[in-house]
């Protein structure tokens, strides 16, 4: 599957940002799906993931509560929903899809085998 994740961008503390990450080469429905980030400097870390069906999700502590993962299998694509930014949000947001027979939502990066390029958010005070 080749990933496409879109919709970063400059936004102010405070503001709410959608990011997009657009699927094709296969049904995104095989596929539990998730997002990282990596800030300047540091290593690319689990932000959140979302089950085949988008009935279960697993955010980490720093986001739970300010970030929503969806998913929308018809249009083959997955959606994180940032809101109440700040500026420690900062960084690359990478989609990941993973396609083991489990119903485990992984939190590692050697978990996922495919990986889209990234989309930069900046947040600025």
Same mark, same amino acid.
């Given at each position: ?11 102010? *503390?405070?503001?709410?940002? =959608?990011?997009?990450?657009? /699927?094709?080469? !296969? %049904? ?5 799906? @998730?997002?990282?980030?990596? *800030?300047?400097?540091?290593? =690319?870390?689990?932000?959140? /993931?979302?089950? !085949? %069906? ?5 955010? @980490? ?65």
């Amino acid at each position: 599957v080749q990933l496409q994740a879109s919709g970063g961008g400059l936004v102010l *503390a405070g503001d709410s940002l =959608r990011l997009s990450c657009d /699927a094709s080469g !296969r %049904s995104l429905y095989s596929y539990k799906m @998730a997002w990282f980030r990596q *800030a300047p400097g540091k290593e =690319r870390v689990f932000v959140g /993931a979302i089950s !085949r %069906s988008g009935g279960t999700t697993s955010y @980490a502590d720093s986001v739970k509560g300010r970030f929503t993962i969806s998913r929308d299998n018809t249009k083959n694509t997955v959606y994180l929903d940032l809101n109440s930014v700040s500026r420690e949000d900062t960084a690359v947001y990478y989609c990941a899809a993973d396609r083991t027979n489990t119903q485990y939502l992984f939190t590692a990066v050697n978990d996922y085998a495919s990986w889209g390029q990234g989309t930069l958010v900046t947040v600025s005070s």
